[in-house]
């Protein structure tokens, strides 16, 4: 692999590369949030019952209780929406910090412009979904959308991180006529992309319980299962969504087909990742076992889940090791790209 000198670097990196660690905080704080019940910690957007922070004082309860009689202030709960938001806004500033630094040196030689402009409209889009998953009390379809945009966020932060640095010189490796795995590292993306989602629809409708054996389900192999209740996405917008509408079949058929998809997951990306340690160019070994690395680790974190029966800290570190392993992928694809033509 060649290097080259930090002089190469973009305007922006380092904000970028802050940006990305930021983002990833976003998103476990989203999850730690989600897993201890406090998305409706606040019923209100962007503050919490009409107040800046966590009502805690008993004149502010009263008076919080008073705009609220639905929604009783449960100061354990609101905190964790808060400190979520506050973070969540904080990027927003940094990531609108990145446009400016984009559009300022647009005119440089392979300076990014359109993908940061990108991340900020995202990242806007993000709020609005925030306020809904409020608003629209935690329906399932909002709350999945908005991981997934959380999960968007940061690929793309890592992404741009990645162009900004200038690590690496366009080296033109050809690869083998025996391994081509471009095509199969896109699929793998997808595939990835994929689970995220179904491990998203498996959280916002609290089904992460609902096998809490290992092989089997509920001590049967084939458990009684309800996908089209589980996969109905027409579900009514109204009811308080906290805690989950569906019945058991609908939850265990959500799960097993989480499942499912990990199993295809760890079979495609193992090929690809194992495939390209060892017929791939030497320098992209290091990224494939990062991709290995990514999907060992977020495999022993979903099994751990079970066997240990959803810990906090356990589960936010899976959501966590799935946003690591789509980054890993998308670096893997970039690399691919950037390796076999030459491109920047």
Request: hydrophobic share 50%; aromatic share 10%; net charge positive.
């Amino acid at each position: 692999m060649s290097y080259v000198s930090t002089s190469l670097r973009k305007p922006g990196f380092w904000l970028a590369a802050f940006s990305t660690v930021l983002a990833l905080v976003v998103v476990g704080l989203g999850a730690w949030t989600r897993l201890v019940h406090a998305g409706l910690g606040c019923p209100d957007w962007p503050g919490c019952y009409g107040f800046l922070t966590v009502p805690d004082t008993a004149a502010e309860i009263l008076i919080a209780e008073q705009r609220f009689p639905d929604a009783p202030v449960e100061v354990e709960k609101g905190w964790p929406e808060m400190i979520h938001r506050y973070v969540a806004g904080s990027l927003l500033l940094f990531v609108g910090a990145l446009a400016v630094s984009a559009f300022r040196n647009r005119k440089q030689v392979g300076q990014p412009f359109k993908l940061p402009l990108f991340i900020l409209g995202l990242i806007i889009v993000q709020a609005a979904f925030g306020m809904w998953t409020v608003t629209l009390k935690l329906w399932p379809q909002v709350v999945t959308a908005h991981l997934l945009g959380g999960f968007a966020t940061l690929t793309l932060l890592a992404l741009l991180t990645l162009r900004l640095s200038g690590h690496w010189q366009p080296i033109r490796e050809l690869f083998s006529h025996q391994f081509e795995p471009r095509k199969l590292a896109v699929i793998a993306t997808l595939v990835v992309i994929a689970q995220i989602t179904l491990g998203g629809w498996t959280s916002s409708n609290y089904a992460a319980l609902a096998c809490p054996d290992l092989p089997t389900c509920q001590g049967q192999m084939l458990p009684e299962m309800d996908f089209s209740e589980g996969f109905d996405v027409t579900q009514s917008i109204g009811p308080n969504y906290l805690g989950g509408k569906l019945d058991n079949d609908a939850r265990v058929a959500i799960h097993m087909a989480h499942r499912i998809g990990a199993i295809i997951t760890a079979l495609l990306v193992g090929v690809l990742a194992i495939r390209g340690l060892l017929r791939g160019a030497g320098s992209l070994k290091p990224v494939y076992g990062f991709v290995l690395f990514a999907l060992g680790l977020q495999l022993t974190l979903g099994l751990s889940n079970i066997i240990f029966y959803l810990p906090l800290s356990v589960a936010v570190a899976h959501n966590l090791g799935g946003a690591l392993l789509l980054i890993s992928l998308v670096v893997l694809n970039y690399r691919l790209r950037y390796e076999r033509e030459g491109l920047r």
